[in-house]
């Protein structure tokens, strides 16, 4: 496995792109079994969970072609692979999203349990309520769960019990060919869901959203192809914007959308960080010592809970007392016990930790458990006194496009050291 080496202390100071959304690429890559036209989507990051999802498309029945950052999706029979092994839905959890396109186009699915992961059981009931709603037959054996539509998938009104993304993906992308309509009532708003919405209704698909969570989806006969730009991947920025911040440097983001950070943004500016935007950049500054301040996470707009270990990293070396509510996630505190390696001051009470800032972190050997701790472990390196090792980097890579290249550019000093043994974990 490779590892990842920062000497810590340097300022970041330049110029970084923020590459497209991993999270709105997965969905829009599973949108395009809704049709057998070619689809074009540019703005895709180099991610190790878009190379799953490719393959995944691969072995359903796509023929895939990914050219940099622009991936071709063609179709060569309309006959999809239904059942979908655990060795592939293992690799990565948004695997999922493909029963809702299959669902609406072969009426049936077979498809093994995801499981849980680091930072919590994830149960899909949700996703599979919605389903049943939408006239799905479901049954579970042997942890995989049958799903088969008799007739075709008929609209009508689903009420979440709690705004899953995932859960509005794949009942979106379900209901844009249904019999009739389906308004979804406590919907995610993320921006990915936003962007999902735009692709289908360029496919065809007739959507409208009403406030911030209702979404009435009008279902058609077919879906035609369609060329899209990702957004710019939100979580990326706010880790560049927070690197900026924690050592005590100036960068510059570009190829982002501001709005998409407004309450990030507004408690960095809060905590006494310069923030300047523009339509597609972000200028972070650091101007003076900054002040420690409480978030809890919530659905968006609210704090968003891919930013929370980034955030306590930060929190971490203010002066004063700070406290994170992580009301997401059930276990989404992997990164603490590595941050204290460094000398963190960090205590957990449930879903609550209290920080009590240190004077500065020692660099010390890491171990990433998930893709965001990971993040708020290299936000440790840059700052730390000295030398930090990173192993598990294979989370980074699910998530982050080229973050070692990205931050030398800036003035780290960091490199990857590839573990000849098994090769690039990337490749
Ligand atoms: C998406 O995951 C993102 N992943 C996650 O990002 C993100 O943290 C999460 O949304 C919340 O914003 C992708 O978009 C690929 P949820 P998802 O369904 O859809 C519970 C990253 O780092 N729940 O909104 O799986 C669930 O257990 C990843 O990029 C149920 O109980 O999130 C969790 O506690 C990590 N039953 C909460 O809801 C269900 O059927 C939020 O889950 C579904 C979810």
Redesign the pocket.
């Known amino acids: 496995m490779d590892t990842i080496i920062i000497n810590g202390g340097q300022k970041l100071v330049g110029e970084v792109c923020i590459s497209g959304s991993?999270?709105s690429t997965?969905?829009i890559l599973f949108s395009t079994l809704l049709t057998d036209d070619t689809v074009i989507i540019t703005n895709v990051p180099a991610l190790l969970?878009i190379d799953i999802a490719i393959a995944f498309l691969k072995y359903i029945g796509k023929i895939v072609v990914k050219d940099g950052h622009t991936v071709r999706i063609y179709s060569y029979n309309t006959i999809y692979k239904c059942t979908q092994p655990y060795e592939l839905v293992s690799k990565m959890?948004?695997s999922i999203?493909v029963m809702g396109p299959l669902l609406a186009r072969m009426k049936r699915v077979n498809i093994s349990s995801p499981g849980g992961c680091a930072?919590?059981?994830?149960?899909?009931?949700?996703?599979?309520?919605a389903f049943r709603m939408l006239g799905v037959d479901i049954s579970v054996h042997n942890n995989y769960v049958k799903m088969f539509v008799k007739k075709q998938l008929k609209g009508t009104t689903i009420n979440f019990k709690?705004?899953?993304?995932?859960?509005?993906?794949n009942v979106l992308l379900a209901a844009t060919l249904a019999h009739g309509q389906t308004t979804i009532i406590n919907a995610?708003c993320?921006p990915?869901v936003t962007d999902l919405i735009s692709v289908l209704n360029k496919m065809g698909a007739k959507i409208q959203t009403y406030g911030k969570n209702k979404i009435i989806i009008q279902g058609v006969t077919k879906l035609h192809g369609v060329i899209h730009h990702i957004i710019p991947d939100r979580?990326e920025a706010a880790t560049y914007i927070i690197a900026a911040a924690i050592t005590k440097g100036e960068v510059l983001l570009k190829k982002v959308i501001p709005s998409h950070l407004r309450i990030v943004n507004s408690k960095l500016k809060a905590s006494g960080l310069y923030i300047k935007e523009t339509n597609t950049t972000i200028l972070a500054k650091w101007v003076k010592n900054l002040h420690p301040q409480n978030i809890s996470t919530n659905?968006?707009p609210g704090f968003?809970?891919?930013i929370q270990a980034q955030w306590m990293t930060l929190m971490c070396l203010l002066e004063g007392t700070s406290y994170i509510e992580e009301t997401?996630?059930?276990n989404r505190f992997l990164h603490v016990q590595e941050l204290k390696k460094f000398g963190a001051n960090i205590l957990i009470n449930d879903r609550i930790v209290k920080i009590q800032g240190v004077k500065k972190f020692i660099g010390t050997a890491v171990q990433i458990s998930?893709?965001?701790a990971g993040a708020a472990l290299i936000l440790a390196g840059l700052v730390a006194e000295g030398q930090t090792i990173l192993s598990s980097i294979h989370h980074l890579d699910r998530?982050y496009d080229s973050i070692e290249n990205k931050l030398r550019k800036l003035n780290a000093n960091i490199i990857r050291i590839q573990d000849k043994k098994c090769g690039d974990s990337r490749n």
């Open positions: 991993k999270n997965l969905p969970d959890r948004a999203l930072i919590g059981a994830r149960p899909i009931d949700i996703h599979l309520e709690f705004p899953s993304v995932g859960a509005t993906e995610a993320e990915e979580v659905v968006y968003p809970t891919d997401v996630f059930e998930d893709l965001r998530g």
